[in-house]
């Protein structure tokens, strides 16, 4: 049995102590156990689902690990589209697209906010979602092991949440029925008119961070119990804040029966829209696209009830199960050389991941990422060159025969169809390339940890392209890809690499942007080339939206150092124009070997903004101490103005830090704080980090181990 060690932020006053069908979304395989999944800490915090009884009856006090998995990032506008500037500057800019899947870690129904595991599906092409479902389920908290109940409503995972928000896209937590209990329980109606439950969605949503509800109700329902969720699916849409999204699945009739119409039409149209009354904001179609037919009939349904096609209508391709080669044609909603019809949805894209026979393994992972960037990219893995380079014929269904689900030639790339999104439209913008996990943690260009770990939270804003590259000679381009060997902060730098010489001198798109030039603004790059004072060979690249057919070119000079070098250059002479896109160009004299890592890219603002403060109240809530590794929950009080993260480290005896854990949030959970020899004490720091990259004065807080 664990010994739990109370222990208090010493010096301080007190001692702070606490301690389904053929057709559709299926459900989730039967859950083996409800008690703690492989990997996971006795005390360690997990999601879990929401039945009738607990949603109604649910408060951020009584649910017992709430306040860790808030999502505080708030949702980030993104800038206006500029075609000329876009992989295909012919692509229409109104589709949006719909991901549903499910959130990352070792179990379809236990979820972490972060853990100490390198190879875990994590997502790095928010640029192309505009909606994020998540999709699986999980046990009602303190139902039985043997046969768990599963909650109709699962949350997302607010590290995803954090990760979509940064990027402009919205969250949604996921409704699905069949579960245990009656449907009924569900539909409780006040005297006043009020329904407790869509009340208490509203409250969870907004204490958690995400943004509305992805709602699949796929099972025959009552048409009492039909006719009263169509009366409380209005009273939550009148009553929800401003941006909040209700998606409803193509399943029930509003008479209750289960019967999917693959099309937005006059029969499932009330759900969306029932005569002058909005109930949910869209529909995601079911996956069954036979005919071209339907999908027209999806845009003429819209249209006439004054909907945006764009913004009401998602027809679904299911990749969960089909992977690159799903039936129902995306084509039929993208027809070449016309408007597409609807919005796209996906289901499973977690499939580039979870298929992949070796996932688990953290020295095997760069599969799966390639898997990924041809999922999101095309199968040349540069959004520039998209479309599926083996012919598939055209329509075509499900023929019932097996298919060549990983056969990635089949598959065209999303960014055929849909456009690359930015939030990068204001100064400071600063990235790490850091993709949300790692083989150690880094900071200040320092190895400050050795563990494996995953945080899609703490992910940075990643390249609007993956990759877009060019050789200005014969030769091919060098390859680009993110390094987990080294990084300047957190798990990951860019790393561009490979034989370079004069005829094959190569740019590297990266980012969109809309930035205001004012005058007082600079750019700085922070890299590694291994070599010391030697030409670097690096220069990072402006197009000016007065411009978009060239670079303006800042080259990054001389490095002094075989490690990290930084170049800072002043943007002074671009005041009055906006910058529209960013990149790097690597060239060479002499044919060789070359590689360069970007450990940052910053482009800052004229007025340094002011250091932030000390954080405050930083305390150690609990901790349960075993064979000298403490698990410890950490508090503070949150300052989301002016802060990027918190840093939270160790002081070792030799004087170093050690990176403990990087959170947008006022507590942090430590999985397994080791003793350091026979310390009799631990000093923790907490680290406000702001917006530029600058630090605050650490706070301290202290565990005694004796």
Known sequence: MDRRTFIGLLGAAGVTVGLTGPAGLTAPPAYAAADPAPGRAPHQPFMHGYNAASIKNWSPQTDRYAKYFRSRVPLATRIAPFAATQ???????????????????????TAYKYNDVFARRLLRFWQY?????????????????????????????????????????????????????????????H?????????????????FGFDGYFINQEAETAPADAAKLMKMLKYLRAQAPKGFHLQWYDTIMVNGKLDYQNQFNDKNAPWIQDGDTPVNNSLFANYWMPTAEQVETSRSTAEKLGLDPYEAVFHGTENEKYGYNPPYDTRLVFPEGKPARTSWALFGSQFVWDRYPDRDNPDAQDPAFQRERRYWSGPNEDPTRTGRTEYVPWPHEDDGKPRDADNHKKWDGVARYITERSVIGSFPFVTRFNTGHGRAFFLDGSRAGGRDWNNAGIQDILPTWQFWTRSEGKDAPLTVDYDYTMAHDGGSSLRIAGDLGPANTTTVRLFKTALKVTGGERLSVTFTTGQAGADSGLEVGLIFADAPGRFVWLPAGRTSSRSWNTAVRSLKAFEGRTIAAIGVRVSSRRQGAYAVNLGELAL??????????????????????????????????????????????????D???????????????????????????????????????????PALARIRWT
């Open 129 to 189: 979602t505009d909606l994020y479902g998540s999709w699986h389920g999980m046990p009602v908290e303190g139902s039985p092991t043997d046969d768990p109940e599963h909650g109709l409503i699962n949350l997302p995972n607010p590290a995803y949440t954090d990760a979509a928000h940064r990027n402009g896209a919205k969250s949604l937590g996921c409704w699905f029925w069949p579960r245990s209990g009656a449907f009924s329980d569900y539909l409780e109606q």
């Open 604 to 653: 800052l603002g004229g007025e340094r903004p002011a250091r932030p403060g000390t954080p405050s109240g930083f305390t150690v809530d609990a901790a349960e101490v075993q064979d000298g590794t403490a698990e410890v929950f950490l508090s503070w009080r949150f300052q989301g103005r002016g802060v990027w993260y918190y840093d939270v480290c160790r002081e070792l005896p």
């Open 655 to 697: 004087g170093r830090r050690e990176a403990v854990g990087r959170v947008y949030d006022e507590v942090y959970y430590v999985k397994a704080l080791a003793r350091t020899g026979d310390e009799e004490s631990t000093t923790l720091q907490l680290v406000a980090v702001a917006p530029d990259g600058s630090r605050s004065a």
């Open 191 to 207: 005297d006043d008119g009020s329904f407790p439950v869509a009340d208490k969605l509203i409250e969870m949503a907004e204490y």
């Open 87 to 109: 992989a295909n500057p012919a692509l229409a800019t109104g589709p949006q697209l719909m991901n549903l899947s499910y959130d990352y870690d070792n179990s379809f129904f």
